[in-house]
């Protein structure tokens, strides 16, 4: 079993940073894809970035130049480091992991409780 457990969601001002982690249990960290995700109400959920176990990086259209995602296999971590913050980044930012391809939403098998990210105008 897998369990995701997401921190440092809080609230900034517009034009501010923020850096998100994901601690994961269990073994072979290292072999993951992991993500992370968000999801306004009423809204689909949406990529914000990935990160396979190669170290390799993808980026949805509104965190590229903004956002780096990173990992850390001796801490199972991932972070999500955030700049630029703009009021419309406000949502629950939710740490996925997969076991199988890093490119679908629907590859991934383990889901976090979500952090809560609010930007200030």
């Known amino acids: 079993q897998v369990q995701l457990v997401e921190s440092g969601g809080g609230l900034v001002q517009a034009g501010g940073s923020l850096k998100l982690s994901c601690a994961a249990s269990g073994r072979s960290f290292s072999t993951y894809a992991m993500g992370w995700y968000r999801q306004a109400p009423g809204k689909q959920r949406e990529l914000v970035a990935t990160?396979?176990?190669?170290?390799?990086?993808r980026y949805g259209d509104s965190a590229k130049g903004r956002f780096t995602i990173s990992r850390d296999n001796t801490k199972n971590t991932v972070y999500l480091q955030m700049s630029s913050l703009k009021p419309e980044d406000t949502t629950v930012y939710y740490c996925?992991?997969?076991?199988?391809?890093?490119?679908?939403?629907?590859?991934?098998?383990?889901w976090g409780q979500g952090t809560q990210v609010t930007v200030s105008s």
């Open positions: 996925a992991l997969s076991t199988r391809s890093w490119y679908m939403i629907s590859e991934y098998d383990y």
């Open positions: 990160i396979n176990s190669g170290g390799s990086t």
